[in-house]
Nanobody, 122 residues
Framework: QVQLMESGGGLVQTGGSLRLSCVAS????????IGWFRQSPSKEREFVGA????????TYAAFVKARFTASRDNAKNAGYLQLGRLKPEDTAVYYC???????????????WGQGTQVTVGS
């Protein structure tokens, strides 16, 4: 059983940056893709980005527009999501998830973290 723990959320001003971390325990991290999703109070959870198990392939939602970057360090069992040029509409709880494929849908991921709040002030 894989357990995921996110950290790094917080309050930041428009245009600022944050780096979210997702640390895994209890499984073979280097064989798992990592996906990032987010949910704001008035919206359903949505896909943000994903990185393959090898780290060679990344995929992002259209709204990211090169502002966010997913990465990973398999030696540390950690995945990261660097958030940049943040906007108020990026305010949400951000979740990391792990699965066999770096897919775009929640159903493709088997393990989920508890989420970390990102709030972007105007």
């Amino acid at each position: 059983q894989v357990q995921l723990m996110e950290s790094g959320g917080g309050l930041v001003q428009t245009g600022g940056s944050l780096r979210l971390s997702c640390v895994a325990s209890g499984g073979t991290f280097e064989k798992l893709a990592i996906g990032w999703f987010r949910q704001s109070p008035s919206k359903e959870r949505e896909f943000v980005g994903a990185i393959s198990a090898s780290g060679l392939t990344t995929t992002y939602a259209a709204f990211v527009k090169a502002r966010f970057t997913a990465s990973r360090d398999n030696a540390k069992n950690a995945g990261y999501l660097q958030l940049g040029r943040l906007k108020p509409e990026d305010t949400a709880v951000y979740y990391c998830a792990a699965g066999n494929y770096a897919g775009l849908t929640e159903e493709e991921y088997d393990y989920w973290g508890q989420g970390t709040q990102v709030t972007v002030g105007s």
